[in-house]
């Protein structure tokens, strides 16, 4: 099932990825997202392990995440280790002026039950995750745009 979802930003690159790769920041914009907490001792590049209690549908569930790309500024992939939340997704960040960036998030989730899972979770839950992930990008925009502003 694949989700994707573009805010443009009144922001350089180089700050929305400040924004977004601030980990334990993330919750700030990131409506499901209850806290993140990095497993690693890095923390930065391909390798970072964080674990996201996440908000699924008023059930918790723990999201954990490898990083498994990294091209600082412009692109950030993570995989999903759990068992309830399996798949990829990425940040891409481009550069449209120098003061302006367009977030493109796209998540390539594996819904659990095969084949019904697919159905239930493309019928009943990707249009409220994709609300979700709209109103979360608009946070990061927002967050990014505020620093951006008193930098």
Known sequence: MRLEVVQDVAAPRERVWAV??????QPEWMLDAKE???????????GVTLRCPTNLMGITVQDVM???????PSYLEVTHLGKIIT??????LAE???ATTRITWWEEI??????????????????IIRRI???SLRGL?????TEAASA
């Open 20 to 25: 977004l790769t601030e980990w334990e920041r």
């Open 36 to 46: 993140v907490h990095v497993l690693t001792p890095e923390r930065t590049g391909e």
């Open 66 to 72: 490898r990083v498994t790309g990294w091209e600082e």
């Open 87 to 92: 798949g990829y997704g990425a940040f891409e």
């Open 96 to 98: 449209l002026d120098p």
């Open 110 to 127: 594996d819904p659990p039950l095969g084949a019904f899972g697919e159905w239930g979770a493309s019928t009943f839950v990707l249009p």
């Open 133 to 135: 992930f709209a109103r």
């Open 141 to 145: 925009a927002e967050l990014a745009e």
